[in-house]
């Protein structure tokens, strides 16, 4: 029983740790000058982009923001 609270509390803090890194990409993808009409768009195309990541390369601060930054060449219509 014990063991079945414990998984049930690890679902709920990666549910809710989920929620606050959406929710943080968004803030990120506002500063970075994404339309709030188009934030949700550029949260599906940052996914994607994250999905050709190269599994080799470290994925950090650094990667995050190329990544912003390509998006910004490929997808200028996200952008104000």
């Known amino acids: 029983m014990k063991k079945k609270i414990e998984l049930e509390q ?14 943080m990409l968004s803030v990120a ?6 339309k709030e009409n188009k934030i949700e768009a550029a949260m599906d195309a940052y996914l994607s ?11 950090g601060r650094e990667a995050m923001i190329k990544i912003i ?7 200028k219509e996200l952008f104000i």
């Open 10 to 23: 690890d679902d709920f803090i990666s549910e809710e740790m989920a929620l606050e890194l959406s929710d």
């Open 29 to 34: 993808l506002h500063f970075a000058g994404v």
């Open 49 to 59: 982009a994250l999905d050709e990541f190269d599994d080799e390369e470290e994925y």
């Open 69 to 75: 930054e390509n998006l910004r060449q490929t997808h």
